[in-house]
């Protein structure tokens, strides 16, 4: 916007810019144009496209990385709970994996997704996936899930159609304790955990 001296002092440019040559003007209304240009702010376009989400950083020797032929098409942030029971097993009382519990918000912070029961991913807009881990990657410390490289089938229509792999990278948290008791038989733990997820289609 211009200041009121700016305004202020418009009749007295421009009289001084009509009293001289034909060249003049030409050169007094192309330097405002160009001004006029340099201070106006350029508005973002409604309904831009954000780009490709980035790939994880994966070591050379990582398990998790996608076949050839696939690129990133969503990546979400999750958040939520590794929920687990406890069981005897053949070394003692552990705590057994049963489900993840999870939402998963895009860029804005909005739900987005739903992770569940049989590694699946329920998006809002009715899309899903069903999950297989294929391989997997440990953490960079042992309090953290590993990191997983899915398999997936899409159903429906939406974000997730044509989906074939997934990856949970950045984990923080989820790990239970390495034992439990047998007075804690068959009682549930929810474990807190994050991570990030990375959703590939075909090219």
Do not use: M, Y
């Given at each position: 916007m211009r200041s009121t001296s700016a305004i202020s002092a418009a009749p007295q440019f421009a009289a001084t810019v009509f009293a001289g040559s034909a060249s003049s003007v030409t050169t007094a209304v192309v330097a405002l144009v160009i001004a006029g240009c340099a201070s106006a702010p350029t508005a973002p376009v409604s309904g831009e496209p954000a780009?490709?989400?980035?790939?994880?950083?994966?070591?050379?020797?990582?398990?998790?990385?996608?076949?050839?032929?696939?690129?990133?098409?969503?990546?979400?942030?999750?958040?939520?709970?590794?929920?687990?029971?406890?069981?005897?097993?053949?070394?003692?009382?552990?705590?057994?994996?049963?489900?993840?519990?999870?939402?998963?918000?895009?860029?804005?912070?909005?739900?987005?997704?739903?992770?569940?029961?049989?590694?699946?991913?329920?998006?809002?807009?009715?899309?899903?996936?069903?999950?297989?881990?294929?391989?997997?990657?440990?953490?960079?410390?042992?309090?953290?899930?590993?990191?997983?490289?899915?398999?997936?089938?899409?159903?429906?229509?939406?974000e997730l159609a044509n989906v074939t792999y997934a990856q949970r990278v950045n984990t923080a948290g989820g790990m239970p304790p390495a034992h439990c008791e047998a007075k804690e038989q068959n009682q549930l733990l929810r474990v807190d955990f994050s991570a990030d997820f990375i959703f590939y289609k075909p090219r």
């Open positions: 780009g490709a989400p980035e790939p994880p950083s994966l070591g050379f020797f990582s398990h998790i990385k996608v076949p050839d032929g696939l690129d990133p098409a969503l990546r979400l942030a999750g958040k939520g709970v590794q929920i687990f029971r406890c069981e005897q097993r053949a070394d003692g009382w552990q705590w057994s994996f049963r489900v993840p519990e999870a939402d998963l918000v895009d860029g804005s912070g909005r739900v987005v997704v739903h992770h569940g029961a049989n590694f699946s991913f329920e998006h809002v807009d009715g899309s899903r996936l069903l999950g297989t881990i294929a391989a997997f990657d440990e953490a960079p410390r042992s309090t953290d899930l590993r990191w997983l490289l899915f398999s997936t089938r899409s159903f429906g229509t939406g």
